[in-house]
């Protein structure tokens, strides 16, 4: 690759780019990520978590390519067979997409990162978009100056942006080739989830994301499923002398969540944000990403804008909150994985709790982006007479992965002022 | 739709389907949620995505883990490899909404009998079907691109198959 620059940042120290990387970070629809926090309002709970977006895509770079290293170096003569058909420029391809869309999979992040998804319009489908369809947006259409027009790009790979997209959202037409690096970017196994548990981890100054990143990196490989049930192509998962990293890497993902995403404080942090973003937009919908005006407005929008928008105290007790500290208290909770008769009680309180005039509201955690589990990774156990292992889910194969179940908990806050209230409608709902 | 609807859904499948041919495991249990979403338009929630081994949503598997765990359903491992899924001794406390009963029990007549690699190849091509009208690419070609297990002919026959019952409107 031509040229060569690094940036150090905190886990993985310096980050490798070359000349065509470098200008694509210093892009201003990249830039922008400096300004869009990773954790929204989390140090309201650990002052330490006020690292951004563009911290995280690099350091997702970095652990991409050490994984699709990997793969490559122990795959190659498989994937070059006449099966798969992969040669030198199909190689250089996938590599190269591969580092474009860790790099760019978060361009499209909101103020407030997740929390500013609660207000992203519907798309054509009738689902919320997120903010993967808003990077692929950005990055076809407005990065097309760094991306499709790049010297270096155009004297090689000639790559489009909508290439990179398609590839990150997994659009059929990229073919099977592309498709089996997917998982790297967006999987069980994905350089995005490995970075934000470490970095995440480590801004926070708790030491539950951690896991042992070298030894993943390490034993990676492509497996196959040869179970009756789903006769499947090659995927992801880990070698069996890596299941105890594996297992670190579940633990890590359940510890996080239960202890730093889905802090009671933190959820009502990204409430208030959410609601002053709307309010911040006038009750409306983000901008879309599919026409150049709502990309423009969409782009000028960032955590110091609406950051802005809140000192000047336009963002009602949702601002004074966040201002103040003064956030909503949560009065109600379910267990991490709720029993049946725990959610209809939960949807019961919260009726009555509104239907009386307080303005309570519910987290949910299942909802959220972050998941502590169950475990879908795949462990590769050796097959006599065959290259790719076979795949067992590591729920299987280890006692703790599966015992971690996914959380269904229910929260329900209400504002400051109205504890005492809710509380005592509570305990004779009880 | 909350999770005890999608709980009381997958009850319903899984009842619906006892007695029929075909295993009942997670992969064909995922793909039938898939089939109800696209096809007869249950706003289930699932964002789907594709990857070598067809569309998926991780929040399906987390689902099933939930209803395994409340005894809705019975998941258990087996030998072989894969998932068999039976109803639960629970799956009486948990019901789909009513208006909901006909897509459900279409759904299994239609597919109730089909093997996890038959839905596959199905969902596959619901799934190209919705992309291939953006591009220049039939969906025949990319499905053979995408899914090389399956032959020229089970293709054909499914898009064939899937064009009859109105779910798919796009030329093969």
New interface residues.
Partial sequence: MPGHHSIRIPIHGFVELDDWEWDIINHAVFQRLRRIRQLALSEHVYPGATHTRFEHSLGVLHIADSLFSTLKAKHEPLLRSAEYGFDDESFARSRRLVRLAALLHDVGHAPFSHTGEDVMPDGSD??RL?HERYSAELVAEEMKDVIDDHEVNQAGLRITGREVADFY?????I??KL??W??LI???LDADRMDYLLRDAHHCGVSYGTFDLDRIVDTICFVE???????????IGIEEGGTHAAEGLILARYFMFTQVYSHRTRLAFDYHAAEALKLFLRGDTLPTPFTPTGREKYLAMDDWTVGHFIHRGKADRHGDAILGHRHDRCISETSE?A??DE??HH?ELLKRLRDIGIDAWEADV?RSWY?P??S?VQIGQPQSGESVR?A??LA?VSEIAGRI??S?MKLIFVPHDAREQANAIKEEAR | MNTLDRLGIMAEITRRKKGRTGQLGKTSLLKLLYLLQEIHRVPLGYRFTLYTYGPYDAAVMSDIDFADLHGVIRVSYQQEGGYKIEEGPDSGRVSPPSELNEAIAQLVDRFGNMTARELELRSTIIFVAKEARLIQKSVKEIVADVKPKYSAAEIDAAIRELQAMGAIAVPG
């Fill in positions: 009738g689902q997120d959202l997994g659009r059929s037409h073919g099977r498709l089996l997917r998982e967006s999987g069980q499923d040869k179970s009756l049930e789903s006769p499947a192509d090659l995927r994985v029993s049946l959610l209809r949807d299942s998941k589990g169950p879908e076979k067992i889910p299987q179940r996914d269904k």
